[in-house]
């Protein structure tokens, strides 16, 4: 099993990136998939998640309204698409499996290597 995040960068306040999890090994309809970042010194935190079952979505309050989760079982990947970022949203960002979509970050495995997201001006 493989998850690998991409597709971040450096981007203005106010701008908008698509994050994209390429998902190998596992089905999507199977494993819920969640967002994650974590920014230099602080602790890894879920974002977004999107259940395997039936595609329920969950968002962090922080990004509710911002940030949008998808996915595409056909190519087997999971999108975040990002608008209005500001500098807060900064952070390394990685994206997990697990059973269920949950708040815990210790419930998520199959972390790949994340992408970096900059927001600055």
């Known amino acids: 099993v493989q998850l690998q995040a991409s597709g971040g960068g450096l981007v203005q306040p106010g701008g908008s990136l698509r994050l994209s999890c390429a998902v190998s090994?596992?089905?999507?309809?199977?494993?819920?998939i969640g967002w994650f970042r974590q920014a230099p010194g602080k602790t890894r935190e879920g974002i977004s998640c999107?259940?395997?079952?039936?595609?329920?979505?969950t968002y962090a309050d922080s990004v509710k309204g911002r940030f949008a989760i998808s996915r595409d079982n056909a190519k087997n990947t999971v999108y975040l698409q990002m608008n209005k970022l500001n500098s807060e949203d900064t952070a390394v960002y990685f994206c997990?499996?697990?059973?269920?979509?949950?708040?815990?970050?210790?419930?998520?495995?199959?972390w790949g290597r994340g992408t970096q997201v900059t927001v600055s001006s």
């Open positions: 997990g499996a697990a059973t269920i979509c949950t708040t815990s970050t210790s419930d998520f495995g199959f």
């Open positions: 999107i259940s395997g079952s039936d595609g329920y979505t």
């Open positions: 090994g596992l089905t999507l309809n199977d494993y819920a």
